[in-house]
C-alpha cells in the first residue's frame, strides 16, 4: 500500500498567457476555452492524417513508392494519433464541445469523416457509449460488460474480444431497440451499416488502400476498445457490482493521464460522466475519503498497459509496458479496520 501523494501531477487546466488569432477564431465558436487542446489535435490530423490517407487512393503513388508513404501513415495514425483521438472523441461525446449553430454539423463531420481514419465506425461509439454503457455500468445488460469472464485469463479476454467482434453490433442494435431509444438505434444501425457497405465499396476502388486506411484500423480499434474496457472493469467486487467505486479503476500520476485527457480517472468518469477532464484530479481529492470508505482501487504511477499486463498470463504486452514507461504498482486506499 501507498500513502496518497501530496500532489497530482496530472494535467488539470492552465489559463493562457495570451491567444494567438488561430485560437480566437475558434474561441468565437466553442463552449469552453479549456477545451482548445482539442482544436490543436484536430489542426494537427487535418495536416498530417487526412492528406496522407486521400494520397493513398490517388495513383500517385505506386510500387514501393507507395508502401513507403502507407507503412509511415499507419504507424502514426494508429500508434501516435489513435488514443489521443479515441479518447478525445470520448470527451466530445461527453460535452457540447461548440455553440449552438455549429455543434451539430462540426460535430458529424467529426463522426463521419475523421471517426474512420481511426476505425471508429460512424455513429457507434457515440450510441454505444453514451446509449447504453454509462446507462448500465459494465452490469449484464451492457453488451460489452466483462462480468462473465474471469480477468486473468487469455481464453477469457479472446472469448470477450470475438464476441465484440462478431455479435457485439447485433447485441447493441437489440439493446438499444428493447430500451426504446429509437434516436440512438436509427443513428447506430444506419452508421455501422453505412459504413460497411462504405468499405466494400472502396474495395473496389483501392484494395490495399481500404484495407490500411479503413478495414484494419477498424478491426484494431476494436481490440483497443475491448482491452481498455477489460482493464478499466478488472477487479470488481463480486458482493456489490453495480457500486461505481469499486466496478472500475483508477490510474493517477501516470504520463498516460497527460496525452490522454486524463482517461485514468474512470471512476471519476463513471461518477460524474459530464465532468472536464481537467476537473478529475481535483474531484478525486474532494473524493478521496469516499473511495477509502468504499474500497476503491486507485493505482499510482501506473496505467492500464501496466495492468493488463498483470491481468493476462505470460506476460504477453510486458514488451510494450516496458517501452512505454517502467513503474511499479500500488494500491492506495485505508486499511481495513
Known amino acids: 500500500m501507498k500513502s496518497l501523494a501530496a ?13 494567438t488569432l488561430y485560437d480566437r477564431v475558434w474561441l468565437k465558436i466553442m463552449n469552453d476555452k479549456r477545451d482548445l487542446p482539442f482544436i490543436y489535435l484536430l489542426t494537427k490530423i487535418h495536416l498530417m492524417v487526412v492528406p496522407a490517407a486521400i494520397l493513398l487512393f490517388t495513383p500517385l503513388f505506386a510500387g514501393w513508392y507507395w508502401w513507403a508513404l502507407a507503412i509511415p501513415y499507419f504507424y502514426v495514425t494508429q500508434f501516435y494519433f489513435k488514443g489521443r483521438f479515441g479518447l478525445m472523441f470520448h470527451c466530445l461525446c461527453h460535452r457540447k464541445t461548440f455553440k449552438a449553430p455549429w455543434q451539430q454539423p462540426l460535430h458529424a463531420y467529426i463522426t463521419w469523416i475523421i471517426c474512420p481514419l481511426f476505425g471508429h465506425a460512424p455513429e457507434g461509439y457515440f450510441s454505444h457509449h453514451m446509449g447504453m454503457h454509462h446507462i448500465e455500468n459494465n452490469m449484464p445488460d451492457d453488451t460489452s460488460s466483462t462480468m462473465a469472464y474471469q480477468r486473468d485469463s487469455l481464453r477469457g479476454f479472446l472469448a470477450y474480444f470475438f464476441k465484440f467482434i462478431f455479435v457485439g453490433v447485433i447485441h447493441t442494435i437489440r439493446y438499444l431497440f428493447s430500451r426504446k431509444r429509437k434516436k440512438l438505434y436509427r443513428r447506430f444501425t444506419a452508421g455501422e451499416y453505412i459504413y460497411m457497405a462504405f468499405c466494400i465499396a472502396m474495395c473496389f476502388v483501392n484494395l490495399k488502400a481500404t ?19 477489460w482493464t478499466q472493469h478488472s477487479f470488481i467486487d463480486a458482493a456489490d457490482p453495480g457500486n461505481l467505486y469499486t466496478n472500475s479503476i483508477n490510474c493517477i500520476n501516470t504520463v498516460y493521464n497527460k496525452p490522454c485527457w486524463n482517461d485514468g ?19 478525486f481529492l474532494k473524493r478521496k475519503d469516499e ?44 486499511k481495513k479496520p
Open 7 to 19: 500532489t497530482l501531477t496530472d494535467p488539470v487546466y492552465v489559463q493562457n498567457k495570451q491567444y
Open 211 to 229: 484495407l490500411v486506411v479503413f478495414i484494419v484500423p477498424l478491426l484494431f480499434a476494436r481490440l483497443v476498445m475491448m482491452l481498455g474496457n
Open 265 to 283: 480517472y474512470h471512476i471519476i468518469h463513471h461518477l460524474r460522466p459530464g465532468m472536464h477532464y481537467t476537473e478529475m484530479p481535483g474531484e
Open 291 to 334: 473511495f477509502a470508505a468504499n474500497w476503491a482501487i486507485v493505482f499510482d504511477g501506473i496505467h492500464y498497459l501496466h495492468i493488463l499486463s498483470g491481468c493476462l498470463p505470460n506476460g504477453m504486452i510486458n514488451w510494450l509496458t516496458n517501452w512505454l514507461t517502467s513503474t511499479e504498482p500500488f494500491l492506495t486506499q485505508k
